[in-house]
């Protein structure tokens, strides 16, 4: 809360009377409302701008070179958990992208941890230097189909709908229980009305869509066509453009982003981990691709920062003008959107302001409790008189998976992988010590001739997926997994050849973003020398187990339709 004595200095300030704690001197100010470019200065007081179009005086100046000024970025959607870091080492990664505020969806750790985990990362965003905003987790289990770590009713996300964090409930992924008025789900959408809740509804269109939207859910990241998109808007709903790790939908959304759309769209990552941060950058990357592909400069910065910020009910941010929150990223280049410093409340960011958190004590760290496997619990037995097998289809960028049909050959082992079409096997086992599932089918798309990968990081429930073509090396990865308490690993002729440790709740590591990039690098490497040919496919693994996105999905309960939300018979 802003006393009486700042606010004081704040109004003076502004008026030029007394100087200003901060300005940036010399800077060109990118207005995100007219396209307008000014030079001037930026006055700062506590953690507001106080002036601009003028010139200022400041106890401490920033030089602004001529570089140009511009809202810091608000991603709208993530999953801190899929960047394979703890929220503070989120923090110390993201933000010199001019990434300011970011509103996150703790559902992977609270699919494991239940309460324990929302707290956790609400602990976290209290110390971080960043604006992390937090949804509360709407479906948690994500549906009833998988075996969960945890769950979450209205009664266990209530005491945390006051903390000056939350912003509302996020993603309503069940869309099937919505549109049915499913009790459970009904009782969340009851307490939240009048306040904000997130969408997440795939292919959801017609009066299907009508009737998913008569919950007033307001937003929607699962577009991923510009037809999709464009019917969504026109019935009211924001549509945040992803570019995530691997749900890439930016370049079928690019054109729906124009002049007069561009204050009800905005952008999001949903999961991206630090080797694609560091090679690409953040919401900067989106930023200038959607520049590239000739979408109207001021209205893509338009929809990373003000739109953003009007979506979600952040009314303090999102312009560069008196009285608004002095979240600012300095540019060296417009079109191209290179960061070289940035400006979150006022402060910048330097190394200091990391160093200055308080720790947050880890959580679950004793989450993995999966039996170790052998080669014959993956031995898939052909159903008496069928004669094709349902094969998940994989493409790379989507998590959206095809359902296709293969003939394989059947052994005293079982249905047998055919390398030859890129059939493979996949398995999910139940790693929360509940009943010790397994479910088992066969998938396309990832080129395997030979080794596994498995991952702990398993949406939404994270068991543990493994893809692989043949038994022995997924039994050596699933086992290496359990032995790391959670992570990614990469098998093969019988030994593990690259892995990721994640032990906070098998979701994220302790190690610094900078050493789990290297190591994904290696991770790379090792899935490639496999013949792997998606370009990431450590995060496609962990979406193969995601029975809320069309069309065949693999829980550990078995092979999941999710157009007929039941499991394939």
């Known amino acids: 809360m802003t006393s ?43 953690d507001r701008i106080v002036g601009t179009h003028a010139s200022y005086e400041g106890k401490t100046v920033i030089d602004g070179a001529g570089r140009y000024a511009v809202p810091g970025f608000i991603d709208t959607h993530l999953h801190i958990e899929s960047s394979l870091v703890t929220p503070l080492e989120f923090d110390r990664c993201v933000l010199p992208y001019g ?46 189909f998988e075996t969960s770590g945890a769950a979450l009713e209205i009664e266990d996300l209530e005491p945390f709908r006051s903390h000056p964090k939350v912003i509302g409930l996020a993603e309503m992924m069940n869309f099937p229980g919505v549109l049915n008025a499913d009790p459970g789900i009904l009782a969340k959408l009851v307490a939240f009305q009048g306040g ?24 929607d990241h699962e577009a991923t066509s510009a037809a999709e998109a464009r019917e969504k808007l026109a019935k009211g709903m924001a549509i945040l453009i992803r570019e995530g790790s691997v749900s890439k939908d930016l370049k079928a959304l690019a054109e729906i982003l124009d002049e007069n759309t561009s204050s009800f769209v ?37 929809a990373a920062s003000h739109s953003a910020a009007r979506i979600f009910g952040l009314t303090d ?87 296709e049909e293969a003939t394989l050959a059947s052994t005293e082992r079982g249905l047998q992988p055919d390398l030859a079409a890129d059939v493979i096997k996949v398995a ?3 790693r929360h010590g509940k009943n010790g599932n397994i479910g088992r089918s066969f998938v396309t798309g990832f080129g395997l001739k030979r080794g596994a990968i498995a991952s702990s990081v398993g949406h939404d429930s994270h068991n543990i997926t493994v893809v692989g073509a043949n038994d022995a090396d997924m039994a050596v990865a ?30 994220m590591s302790l190690e610094p973003f900078e050493t789990v990039s290297h190591d994904l690098h290696i991770l790379r490497d090792a899935a490639l020398a496999l013949d792997c040919v998606l370009p990431e496919p450590f995060l496609q693994v962990a979406f193969l187990a995601l ?20 499991f394939v018979s």
């Not at 991206?272 to 520049?291: C, F, K, Q, T, V």
């Open 4 to 46: 009486a004595d700042t606010l004081t200095r704040m109004i003076m300030a502004g008026q030029g009377k007394i100087p200003a704690d901060v300005v940036i001197k010399n800077v060109r100010m990118l207005d995100v409302i007219t396209g307008a470019v000014t030079t001037t200065d930026i006055a700062i007081v506590a």
């Open 99 to 144: 990434v300011t505020t970011v509103i996150c969806d703790p559902h992977e750790i609270a699919n494991v941890l239940g309460a324990e985990g929302i707290k956790y990362f609400l602990d976290s965003a209290e110390q971080t230097v960043m604006d992390v905003r937090i949804n509360l987790s709407s479906c948690v289990p994500a549906t009833g």
């Open 196 to 219: 904000h809740i997130d969408g997440h509804a795939p292919l959801l269109l017609g009066t299907a869509l009508n009737g998913y939207l008569a919950a007033a859910i307001r937003t």
């Open 266 to 302: 905005a952008l999001c990552t949903d999961d991206r981990n630090p080797l694609d941060i560091a090679e690409e950058g953040h919401l900067d990357s989106s930023i200038r691709r959607l520049i590239a592909m000739g979408r109207p400069l001021h209205h893509v910065y338009r």
């Open 317 to 403: 941010r999102g312009l560069l003008a008196s009285g608004w929150r002095a979240d600012i990223a300095l540019l060296d280049s417009l079109e191209d959107c290179t960061v070289s410093d940035v400006i979150t409340a006022g402060r910048l960011v330097t190394p200091a302001l990391f160093a200055a958190r308080l720790p947050v004590p880890v959580v679950g760290l004793s989450s993995m409790k999966a039996t170790p496997v052998t080669a014959d619990s993956f031995i898939a037995e052909p159903k008496p008189g069928q004669n094709s097998t349902p094969v998940i289809g994989v493409r790379p960028g989507l998590i959206l998976t095809f359902r």
């Open 428 to 430: 999910v086992i139940e």
């Open 478 to 507: 699933v086992n290496r997994l359990i032995e790391l308490g959670g992570g990614f690993a990469v098998a093969d002729g019988g030994k593990v050849t690259a892995e990721l440790a994640l032990p906070l709740a098998g979701l």
């Open 547 to 566: 029975p809320v996105i069309p069309h065949l999905k693999m829980t550990d309960r078995g092979l999941f339709d999710v157009d007929k939300f039941d």
